[in-house]
Protein backbone atom coordinates (compact mmCIF):
# COMPACT_ATOMS: atom_id res chain seq x y z
CA UNK A 1 0.00 0.00 0.00
CA UNK A 2 1.00 3.67 -0.68
CA UNK A 3 0.44 6.48 1.72
CA UNK A 4 1.96 9.83 1.02
CA UNK A 5 1.34 12.20 4.08
CA UNK A 6 -0.14 16.28 3.09
CA UNK A 7 -0.36 18.96 4.52
CA UNK A 8 -2.71 19.66 7.13
CA UNK A 9 -2.91 15.98 8.83
CA UNK A 10 -4.46 14.73 5.87
CA UNK A 11 -3.50 11.04 4.44
CA UNK A 12 -3.91 9.90 0.78
CA UNK A 13 -4.34 6.09 1.31
CA UNK A 14 -4.94 3.88 -2.01
CA UNK A 15 -8.35 2.12 -0.64
CA UNK A 16 -9.78 0.28 -3.71
CA UNK A 17 -12.65 2.48 -5.74
CA UNK A 18 -11.96 5.21 -3.15
CA UNK A 19 -10.01 8.46 -4.36
CA UNK A 20 -10.80 10.39 -1.06
CA UNK A 21 -7.97 12.24 0.70
CA UNK A 22 -8.47 10.65 4.18
CA UNK A 23 -8.99 12.93 7.30
CA UNK A 24 -6.56 11.43 10.29
CA UNK A 25 -8.33 14.70 12.67
CA UNK A 26 -12.11 13.33 11.44
CA UNK A 27 -11.21 10.11 12.02
CA UNK A 28 -9.51 10.51 15.57
CA UNK A 29 -12.88 11.99 16.24
CA UNK A 30 -14.89 9.53 15.15
CA UNK A 31 -12.75 6.71 17.06
CA UNK A 32 -13.60 8.94 19.62
CA UNK A 33 -17.41 8.42 19.21
CA UNK A 34 -18.21 5.22 18.68
CA UNK A 35 -14.40 2.75 18.80
CA UNK A 36 -13.09 3.95 21.90
CA UNK A 37 -16.03 2.69 24.06
CA UNK A 38 -14.38 -1.14 23.04
CA UNK A 39 -10.91 -0.17 22.38
CA UNK A 40 -8.23 1.39 23.25
CA UNK A 41 -5.52 3.00 21.00
CA UNK A 42 -2.71 1.09 22.48
CA UNK A 43 -1.75 -2.48 23.06
CA UNK A 44 -4.20 -3.27 25.78
CA UNK A 45 -7.30 -5.02 25.25
CA UNK A 46 -10.92 -3.37 26.47
CA UNK A 47 -13.70 -5.00 25.55
CA UNK A 48 -12.05 -5.76 21.99
CA UNK A 49 -7.83 -5.37 21.13
CA UNK A 50 -5.60 -2.88 21.55
CA UNK A 51 -5.57 -1.28 18.62
CA UNK A 52 -1.81 0.25 18.32
CA UNK A 53 0.11 -1.24 15.71
CA UNK A 54 -2.83 -2.79 13.55
CA UNK A 55 -1.71 -0.95 10.72
CA UNK A 56 1.48 -2.42 10.83
CA UNK A 57 -0.54 -6.29 11.35
CA UNK A 58 -3.35 -5.26 8.65
CA UNK A 59 -3.13 -3.85 5.41
CA UNK A 60 -5.79 -1.05 4.46
CA UNK A 61 -7.96 -3.31 2.33
CA UNK A 62 -8.40 -6.09 5.17
CA UNK A 63 -8.75 -3.07 7.74
CA UNK A 64 -11.88 -1.74 4.57
CA UNK A 65 -13.44 -5.22 4.63
CA UNK A 66 -13.45 -5.09 8.58
CA UNK A 67 -14.73 -2.16 9.40
CA UNK A 68 -17.49 -2.29 6.71
CA UNK A 69 -18.85 -5.99 7.69
CA UNK A 70 -16.87 -7.43 11.03
CA UNK A 71 -18.77 -11.02 10.52
CA UNK A 72 -18.39 -11.45 7.05
CA UNK A 73 -15.25 -10.97 7.59
CA UNK A 74 -14.88 -13.37 11.08
CA UNK A 75 -16.37 -16.17 9.06
CA UNK A 76 -13.72 -15.52 5.82
CA UNK A 77 -10.88 -15.09 7.20
CA UNK A 78 -8.57 -16.52 9.62
CA UNK A 79 -6.95 -13.74 11.33
CA UNK A 80 -10.47 -11.99 12.25
CA UNK A 81 -12.08 -15.55 13.54
CA UNK A 82 -8.88 -15.56 15.63
CA UNK A 83 -9.20 -12.47 17.15
CA UNK A 84 -13.09 -12.75 17.89
CA UNK A 85 -12.49 -16.81 19.06
CA UNK A 86 -9.48 -15.07 21.68
CA UNK A 87 -11.82 -12.26 22.77
CA UNK A 88 -12.26 -12.60 26.52
CA UNK A 89 -15.88 -11.50 26.75
CA UNK A 90 -16.81 -13.12 23.33
CA UNK A 91 -18.09 -10.38 21.51
CA UNK A 92 -18.31 -9.21 18.06
CA UNK A 93 -17.70 -6.13 16.72
CA UNK A 94 -20.98 -4.89 15.24
CA UNK A 95 -21.96 -3.72 11.75
CA UNK A 96 -21.95 -0.02 12.32
CA UNK A 97 -24.32 2.34 10.09
CA UNK A 98 -21.07 4.88 9.86
CA UNK A 99 -18.75 2.12 8.60
CA UNK A 100 -20.95 1.78 5.38
CA UNK A 101 -19.74 5.27 4.13
CA UNK A 102 -16.53 4.58 2.42
CA UNK A 103 -15.43 8.54 2.95
CA UNK A 104 -16.08 7.87 6.75
CA UNK A 105 -14.04 3.95 6.54
CA UNK A 106 -10.95 5.93 4.97
CA UNK A 107 -10.81 8.58 7.80
CA UNK A 108 -10.96 5.78 10.39
CA UNK A 109 -7.93 4.26 8.73
CA UNK A 110 -6.41 7.16 8.51
CA UNK A 111 -6.42 7.68 11.71
CA UNK A 112 -6.08 4.09 13.14
CA UNK A 113 -2.73 4.14 10.61
CA UNK A 114 -1.31 6.34 13.11
CA UNK A 115 -1.36 4.31 16.33
CA UNK A 116 2.03 2.88 17.64
Known amino acids: MKFALLAGGVLLA ?10 IEAGK ?8 YCHY ?4 EKFGPG ?3 IGDRRDV ?3 NMFLQNP ?4 R ?3 YAKNLQENNAYNLVMPTF ?11 IIAYLKTLE
Open 61 to 63: AWL
Open 51 to 53: LAG
Open 29 to 36: AMFGQICS
Open 97 to 107: PEMQDETKRAD
Open 71 to 74: KAMI
Open 41 to 44: TNYD
Open 14 to 23: NIPHMTYAAS
Open 76 to 78: NDG
